[in-house]
């Protein structure tokens, strides 16, 4: 038998969930329609009208409202209304009913009988859940996200489960209860009759008799309506079935359209709705306009049914009009099963609710509504288990006890929150205290709600959670009169003396009581208070994200609904504060600027990233870098000649920022090209003051007497930028600095000339040209004025020219030109990055074989993308996965095969050349095309291994050939595929120095 139970309420669950979850994706196709000018619109309310006790509660429910259709998480079709109290006098749910309805026919031309209404009654003043009277329990929070990323309410709950209806009823008005949130499925619901539809779902008999119950006829109607009724009774009456379950009670109902016209046939006269509306007579909409609706109802009886207000004449002749009007008509019960319903009633069902049922705050959610996607925590920087949150930060130091419940609360390290406690609108604790701060303690199982007023100052209302306010106790105390109403609660100045004032219990002067307080409550200063916690939450959140490295498309959820330029404007600026010379300040200000780029699809703050990066890599480099006034001219002339570098494992990884997030290893070679070492750098004194600058690939001469022009190097068409950056590097010339040619020629003793020359290799060539030009001319001109040096700082000065350049690139080029040899290059994490360049052990048959089966082949074409290095880098930054994993394992490539090479297994360098050719595909899909693939595929049975050079995408690629192939086969091979296209193999040779 329990294993049946099990099963059926499993199977209950599962149903539930599905229904829950297709009402929430059929609202959002709802909204989703209304945002695209989809011509297929599903039918919607006409109006959405909700219910207040008084002005200044309908100007909050008003606030939240226009808040939603601002943010477009109303259907805007529909029109919504807040109808206060007339004069801020109670009048009963149905005669709030009656002034809806009078609102309605004032406001809308439309026939009221053909209209599509949803009335949610919401005026009440919350005294079991104090905390809510000012925003209205309709704007309660409910534990789970919806799909916008916003934190749910009840009434966005409302809005979703009934968003089914209006496809169901021709016209009607539907009438909820605010604080009963029914789960059912629209689709068993078909209401197209005269008269009324009792929602209603099966519960059993225990729970009924807390509750009121329909007792339903033979045919499907409403008998007789029995409330709050023993178990017994229910049983004796026949209202429960044969499993112990009866029909109970939702307070949701549906007015057919003439219905809805009758009823306000009863007030559509000022001097009935006068005689209808007010304070003495007080018509409750489900003690007035339901039970003459039932089958079993008699006038006699009608007149004893308890009231909202108090029995009087004036009831009784409004009864009888009510009875005249209503009593022809039938209420019909639908009954939804499986369903469920759940009353946001006490403090103490509100704690149960979050903090309680809680199978596992992270996951299983709280308990059976786990399901429905609900958690303990919500929207909060929190998330650990033994404590409920819902949009509110707290501090990791700060201490809560196990079963307690914080909503809308920024809770500082200080905080010291018993077990069982629900803490509400506060701020409890300093973001900045002392060592000897006293803790702010607050005891087990208190509640704890804090109120701006109107008048600008705050009040802390405190009591215990098990506290009824309709009762005159508090924390279980007697007191001489209810505490709803008995002035205990001080206002001050600012919140933490209002919290101080509350708890130490030694309050003075004006004291407030729960009522005083909500009706003296600024109710506009709610939603912002909120929003102020969502904002904190979502940037806590993005920085969380950011410090895990979670990837920007995934933190982007953060933000689902987008993100504020409030949030933006604040991250930007907690960015700016954050100092560079700090590698953890850097890394999260290069990534709060490029994701931030993704959140908002600026490219400028893509820019501020990269600047950043720039900009901290050449701030570092220029620490060492000054201009030397002290330098004379040492030669009259000096030629440096360097190899060109072939690149074998580990590229990317000497990449700013990567390098000085997570070091760096690479591996790579120097070679010569037909015998010659064909980067080639000349420089010669001059006895006229001024600086020479040319360049014989591009065919370029300038001559320089305005240090201006010569300091301006950041130009990247500038055929003389890197000349330029490298008497700035160097030292030659100041970095910004005003000072003439002429004075510094005269230090010099004489002008200077600089070429430079890369001989006979196609630019794009990926091996390395132009940061090993650069290397060329750091040597050459530190050999011009005698400078001793040391390889870091020939390193170091390289990697500041090019930051100069705004090239951005790695290391490992200028090393691989630099140092002869084959050699493993590495630097560990640091904004300044320290080289160490360690040449392997190779033997001479090794690298006799190793010549003799490496080959260069170039592929006639030269790769065009530019935005590259700012991709990759990109990709890294925002932490895509994927990028991460093969950076970290090209280096595991760099280093087994080093151990190949050392080892003699020239088959082995050839194996993890494939392996890293594969790697480098993934990284950079652009890597190869298809005359690359077209050329590795044409001499396939001729080599062991194969990989790109540089970046790939074109310039030259690199093989091992299989023992025994010449050149001239692979040659022939390519020629009979690529004749004359440019396709060919070049002569290399391993340059050891």
């Given at each position: 038998m329990s294993k049946?139970?099990?099963?059926?309420?499993?199977?209950?669950?599962?149903?539930?969930?599905?229904?829950?979850?297709?009402?929430?994706?059929?609202?959002?196709?709802?909204?989703?329609?209304?945002?695209?000018?989809?011509?297929?619109?599903?039918?919607?309310?006409?109006?959405?009208?909700?219910?207040?006790?008084?002005?200044?509660?309908?100007?909050?429910?008003?606030?939240?409202?226009?808040?939603?259709?601002?943010?477009?998480?109303?259907?805007a079709a529909t029109k919504y209304a807040v109808i206060p109290d007339p004069e801020g006098k109670r009048v009963g749910s149905g005669g709030a009913t009656l002034n809806v309805l009078r609102y309605i026919t004032e406001h809308d031309e439309r026939e009221l009988s053909q209209l599509r209404i949803m009335v949610l009654h919401s005026g009440g003043d919350a005294k079991r859940t104090p905390q809510y009277?000012?925003?209205?329990?309709?704007?309660?929070?409910?534990?789970?996200?919806?799909?916008?990323?916003?934190?749910?309410?009840?009434?966005?709950?409302?809005?979703?489960?009934?968003?089914?209806?209006?496809?169901?009823?021709?016209?009607?008005?539907?009438?909820?209860?605010?604080?009963?949130?029914?789960?059912?499925?629209?689709?068993?619901?078909?209401?197209?009759?005269?008269?009324?539809?009792?929602?209603?779902?099966?519960?059993?008999a225990e729970v009924g008799k807390n509750h009121g119950v329909f007792l339903g006829s033979g045919d499907g109607y409403v008998r007789r309506f029995l409330h709050k009724q023993s178990v017994e009774n229910l049983k004796k009456v026949g209202a429960a079935d044969q499993r112990g379950m009866i029909n109970i009670d939702t307070g949701a109902v549906i007015f057919s359209g003439g219905l809805v016209k009758a009823l306000y046939s009863l007030a559509d006269t000022p001097e009935k709705f006068a005689a209808m509306v007010n304070e003495k007579v007080r018509l409750s909409f489900y003690a007035d306009f339901l039970y003459p609706l039932a089958e079993d109802s008699t006038l006699e009886q009608f007149y004893k049914e308890q009231p909202e207000g108090d029995l009087s004449p004036e009831l009784d002749a409004a009864r009888e009009k009510i009875w005249e009007k209503l009593s022809g008509y039938r209420m019909?019960?639908?009954?939804?099963?499986?369903?469920?319903?759940?009353?946001?009633?006490t403090t103490r069902e509100l704690l149960k609710l979050n903090a309680e049922d809680i199978g596992s705050y992270g996951e299983l959610g709280i308990g059976s509504y786990g399901e429905l996607g609900w958690r303990g925590v919500v929207n909060s920087n929190y998330h650990g288990e033994g404590f409920a949150a819902s949009n509110s930060y707290i501090s990791t130091r700060a201490k809560v006890g196990a079963g307690s419940y914080i909503e809308d609360s920024y809770i500082h390290h200080n905080a010291v929150i018993g077990k069982g406690c629900v803490i509400s609108g506060c701020t409890i604790g300093k973001a900045r205290s002392g060592k000897n701060e006293k803790p702010i303690v607050i005891p087990d199982g208190t509640v704890v709600?804090?109120?701006?007023?109107?008048?600008?100052?705050?009040?802390?209302?405190?009591?215990?959670?098990?506290?009824?306010?309709?009762?005159?106790?508090?924390?279980?105390?007697?007191?001489?009169?209810?505490?709803?109403?008995?002035?205990?609660?001080?206002?001050?100045r600012t919140f933490a003396e209002a919290l101080n004032a509350s708890l130490s219990g030694e309050a003075k002067g004006e004291l407030f009581s729960l009522k005083d307080s909500f009706n003296g409550a600024d109710v506009t200063a709610i939603l912002p208070w909120q929003e102020k916690l969502n904002d904190k939450i979502k940037i806590e959140s993005l920085l969380e994200a950011i410090d895990a490295n979670l990837p920007a498309e995934q933190a982007a959820e953060i933000f689902k609904t987008g993100i504020?330029?409030?949030?933006?404007?604040?991250?930007?600026?907690?960015?700016?504060?954050?100092?560079?010379?700090?590698?953890?300040?850097?890394?999260?200000?290069?990534?709060?600027?490029?994701?931030?780029?993704?959140?908002t699809d600026e490219e400028k703050n893509c820019d501020r990233?990269?600047?950043?990066?720039?900009?901290?890599?050449?701030?570092?480099?220029?620490?060492?870098?000054?201009?030397?006034?002290?330098?004379?001219?040492?030669?009259?002339?000096?030629?440096?000649?360097?190899?060109?570098?072939?690149?074998?494992?580990?590229?990317?990884?000497?990449?700013?920022?990567?390098?000085?997030?997570?070091?760096?290893?690479?591996?790579?070679?120097?070679?010569?090209?037909?015998?010659?070492?064909?980067?080639?750098?000349?420089?010669?004194?001059?006895?006229?003051?001024?600086?020479?600058?040319?360049?014989?690939?591009?065919?370029?001469?300038?001559?320089?007497?305005?240090?201006?022009?010569?300091?301006?190097?950041?130009?990247?068409?500038?055929?003389?930028?890197?000349?330029?950056?490298?008497?700035?590097?160097?030292?030659?010339?100041?970095?910004?600095?005003?000072?003439?040619?002429?004075?510094?020629?005269?230090?010099?003793?004489?002008?200077?000339?600089?070429?430079t020359r890369v001989i006979n290799i196609p630019k794009g060539s990926g091996l390395g040209t132009s940061s090993i030009l650069a290397a060329a001319?750091?040597?050459?001109?530190?050999?011009?004025?005698?400078?001793?040096?040391?390889e870091d700082e020939l390193y170091n000065t390289v990697l500041c020219m090019e930051q100069i350049m705004s090239t951005g690139g790695g290391w490992q080029d200028q090393v691989g030109g630099a140092s002869a040899g084959i050699k493993m290059v590495s630097a560990d994490k640091a904004l300044k990055q320290k080289i160490i360049c360690t040449p392997l052990r190779i033997d001479n048959g090794t690298l006799r074989e190793l010549n003799e089966r490496f080959a260069l082949i170039y592929t006639g074409q030269r790769r065009l993308a530019r935005n590259l290095l700012r991709d990759i880098v990109g990709k890294y930054v925002g932490g895509d996965p994927d990028v991460n994993e093969v950076l970290y394992r090209v280096q595991q490539m760099a280093v087994l095969m080093r151990l190949e090479l050392e080892k003699g297994r020239i088959d082995g360098l050839?194996?993890?050349?494939?392996?890293?050719?594969?790697?480098?595909?993934?990284?950079?899909?652009?890597?190869?095309?298809?005359?690359?693939?077209?050329?590795?595929?044409?001499?396939?049975d001729l080599i062991d291994g194969k990989m790109i050079c540089g970046a790939g995408g074109g310039g030259f690629i690199q093989v091992i050939m299989k023992k025994g192939v010449t050149l001239e086969q692979m040659q022939e091979r390519l020629d009979e595929v690529f004749s004359e296209s440019g396709v060919g193999v070049w002569k290399t040779e391993f340059y050891m120095g």
């Open positions: 049946t139970l099990n099963t059926g309420n499993r199977y209950k669950n599962l149903f539930l969930q599905q229904s829950y979850f297709d009402n929430t994706d059929l609202y959002s196709e709802i909204l989703r329609r209304e945002r695209t000018d989809d011509s297929h619109k599903l039918p919607v309310w006409d109006y959405v009208i909700l219910s207040a006790s008084n002005e200044a509660q309908a100007m909050a429910y008003e606030q939240q409202i226009s808040w939603r259709l601002k943010n477009r998480a109303l259907p009277s000012a925003c209205g329990k309709i704007f309660s929070p409910v534990p789970r996200m919806l799909p916008n990323g916003r934190r749910s309410t009840l009434f966005d709950e409302f809005m979703i489960s009934m968003c089914g209806i209006p496809a169901r009823i021709s016209s009607g008005m539907l009438v909820c209860s605010g604080d009963v949130l029914l789960l059912f499925n629209s689709l068993q619901l078909d209401f197209y009759e005269e008269g009324a539809a009792a929602l209603s779902i099966k519960e059993s019909k019960l639908i009954r939804f099963s499986p369903s469920s319903f759940l009353h946001f009633g709600h804090g109120l701006k007023l109107a008048d600008g100052r705050f009040v802390v209302r405190v009591y215990g959670v098990n506290d009824n306010p309709k009762e005159a106790k508090l924390f279980g105390k007697e007191i001489d009169e209810p505490l709803w109403t008995k002035p205990l609660y001080p206002a001050e504020s330029e409030r949030v933006k404007n604040k991250l930007l600026k907690m960015a700016e504060k954050l100092d560079c010379a700090d590698l953890g300040s850097f890394s999260r200000k290069i990534r709060i600027y490029y994701y931030l780029s993704k959140l990233c990269f600047e950043t990066i720039r900009d901290t890599i050449l701030r570092t480099a220029l620490k060492d870098t000054d201009y030397r006034a002290d330098y004379v001219i040492a030669k009259d002339e000096v030629v440096t000649k360097l190899p060109v570098r072939v690149n074998w494992g580990g590229g990317w990884s000497d990449t700013p920022p990567y390098c000085m997030e997570h070091g760096g290893t690479v591996l790579n070679a120097a070679i010569k090209l037909g015998g010659e070492l064909p980067i080639e750098v000349t420089i010669k004194k001059l006895p006229e003051s001024k600086m020479v600058l040319a360049s014989t690939d591009v065919g370029s001469y300038e001559e320089f007497t305005d240090i201006k022009k010569l300091q301006n190097c950041s130009d990247p068409m500038d055929a003389f930028a890197l000349h330029k950056a490298a008497l700035i590097a160097c030292g030659v010339i100041p970095y910004e600095e005003n000072v003439s040619v002429e004075e510094i020629c005269a230090h010099l003793g004489g002008g200077l000339y600089m070429n001319c750091v040597k050459g001109i530190f050999s011009f004025m005698g400078v001793k040096y040391t050839a194996k993890l050349m494939n392996e890293h050719w594969e790697l480098s595909k993934r990284l950079d899909k652009g890597c190869t095309n298809t005359c690359i693939d077209q050329i590795f595929l044409s001499i396939e």
